[in-house]
């Protein structure tokens, strides 16, 4: 029997249980790499007439109506709304009441989610409801889970308790890290639909069933939008600063600002205030953080602090910014409070702004760089130049394969370093100039570029040291690159991920064998020349001198 319904009251039955969830394109879904694989959701009924928007479509074995009372409807009850649907076993709609109570298999389906449960109960006059011992599966998140009860109040509030939720597919027989990888359980969870907030009470996470934390209060948005609130504290202790404790606080300032505290309590040290402060504009982005410890009571009770600071601009059409500036008070600090190896390990904190843009033939930057140094064993005369400044510009007016290319590089330093009293310094300028020419030929299966150029470099030095006051250098470089490709198909949706698995499914592997023969003659030593590298990794001396060499190496790209 069909039977077709337009009641405002009766429309409520099928928002069941999706209040407030936005409906989200399948194809946004976010990618999930430890659980990539979907969620099943069973198909939804199939329902044959046009139905005018709000138009309630019932489809039963067998319905029992009752004027003024309880109406019976039994066997395969399907109900259809716009975009939402449900089915169960047995419906008893009352019409004094307006409420409907659900049972055996029930089922529904919407934009956003599905739900499988033994039963439910819906009010329409005000649009409420609730469900026991329900199955639920967001789609758009694939997020899924079960509930012992779920209540909700259409378009506010939800609420489920004995709830869990996670990403990964249920757990699978046999050895499978992928299923039931996560999840997490709680006591109760409140979601807010208008203020798209949501809370939970008693939160145990578990990584393949074993609990691994828990916490007894959790409050987190909805939405993409932000939310002031404390982050997970960190607890710790250490023989260096004896039982620490931080307790970061997330601030949403503006849709472009946001800032985060973090008080440190370090017993033996003291307390640590930590910052950060980001801001986001349409072409500028950035953040500035510090640190500040009073009276550090292992360290003479002197004051400490680290300030760090990083901008990026863009401007015109090809223009760009990028500024960093970072300061420490002592060169201990980074040894003492930091908390990775890269970060404890760091020999200088970098301050430099950059200047560019680039044309269609040509690109120009302006820089300026300097260091603090943090490790004072390194010897002045290995520290990195500061440039005060360098100014760079390439041109490439002549480009492609198979014909001729030509380029050039200008780059100017005015390099300078922090004073020395026992081995005399060198400071002063330095212009470099190289052009090249080459002719790349390419083919679909190897490659050929001959290539010839000059280095000229010239140095006019305010305090030479040993070195000359305007020491030059003029070099020769020629060099030929070569490459083969060997090519094949592979597989990698598959278990396999050793090479030799690889399997044809329209991807490709390119295996090339490149080899390079230069030849460079100087007309000096680079020991006769002041090394004025100003990367911390090139601050060694080595000498320069003729080479003829072949490399051949295979490389999979």
Known sequence: MKLRLRHSAAA?????????????????????PFCPAGLDVPPRPVVEDVLEPGDIHVLADDVDLTEGDISHLTGHVQMTRDQQQVVADKVDYSEPAD?????GDVRYWDESVYLQGKSAHLEFEDGTGSAQEADYRVLGNRGHGSAAELFWDVGKETRGTDIEYSTCEPEAEGPDLASNAWKISAREIIL???????TAKHVVLRVKDIPVLYSPFLSFPLSDKRKSGFLMPAFGTSSNHGFEVRTPYYLNIAP???????????????????????????????????????????????????????????????????????????????????????????RYLERRADLTYRGAWWDSMIRVQDYQTMDRTVPVTSRPYERLPQVRFNAYPLRGPNRLNFNAHVQFDNLDREDNDIVPDVHGARLDFQPFLSYPLQGRSAYLTPRLGLQFTQYDLNE??????????LLPIASVDSGVYFERDFDMSGSGYAFSTFRTKGCSAITALPGRIGWVTPTGSRWLLPNACSTPRAATRSPTFASLSLIIFPTLT
């Open 192 to 198: 807010d639909h208008e203020e798209e907030r949501g």
């Open 12 to 32: 409520a039955i099928l928002l069941l249980l999706s209040p407030g969830a936005r409906p989200q394109d399948a194809s946004a879904e976010k990618g999930f």
């Open 464 to 473: 030479s040291g040993p070195f000359k006051s305007s020491p030059s250098r």
């Open 99 to 103: 409420n409907a109570d659900l049972w």
């Open 256 to 346: 472009q600002f946001d800032a985060t505290v973090a008080p440190r309590l370090l017993t033996d040290n003291g307390v640590l205030a930590m910052g950060e402060f980001r801001y986001l504009f349409p072409r500028a982005r950035g953040q500035f953080g510090g640190e500040y410890l009073p009276s550090d009571n292992e360290f003479g009770d002197k004051d400490r602090s680290l300030i760090n600071f990083v901008h990026e601009q863009t401007f015109a059409r090809s223009g760009r910014l990028y500024a960093t500036y970072n300061r420490a008070s002592d060169e201990r600090y980074l040894e003492d409070f930091g908390s990775q190896l890269a970060v404890t390990s760091a």
